[in-house]
């Protein structure tokens, strides 16, 4: 049995907010990165972006982070190079915030060098956190059990998240 947690329309709303918060936060930068975790993560930091083109003048840069989920000490690669977002401002951006494993360890990979101004984004926070890791900007925080399990679909027309 599943639960719809957000239809289409509602994602739609919260990454438009998203959007505009991290333009407010961004405002007077001419660059950001956003770096989506792949793969839901990716296509969520695309979406934002599409929404920050249309209402900011700021260069977006998109950055695709591969990270082991299972194995997060294994090397994590990402789509530009490192001089791509060296003193730059990055958003991390990823689906659902779980543990917090997948986040931290991709904080991590981005503080190996300099960075201008670094932020969060997810659109489920579950509320179930191993690490001391946040979401600066999130679409939804959740109270779930353990034994629940909160999944993403995007899908054209059709995006939606439910509960397992």
Known sequence: MTNIILNHQEIEHKIRRIAYQIYE?????????LAGIASNGFILAQKIGQVLNEISDCQITLCEVKIDKTNP??????????EAYKNKCIVLVDDVLNSGTTLIYGVKHFLNVPVKKFKTV?????????YPV???FK???LSTSLKEHVQVVF????????LV
């Open 25 to 33: 936060t961004f405002a007077e930068e001419d660059e950001v990165v």
């Open 73 to 82: 000490f294994k090397p994590i690669t990402t789509s530009v190079t490192e």
């Open 122 to 130: 997810v659109l489920i926070d579950r509320n179930h956190k191993k």
């Open 134 to 136: 946040k979401a600066d």
């Open 139 to 141: 679409g939804i925080s």
């Open 155 to 162: 899908e054209a027309n059709n995006d939606h998240a439910y």
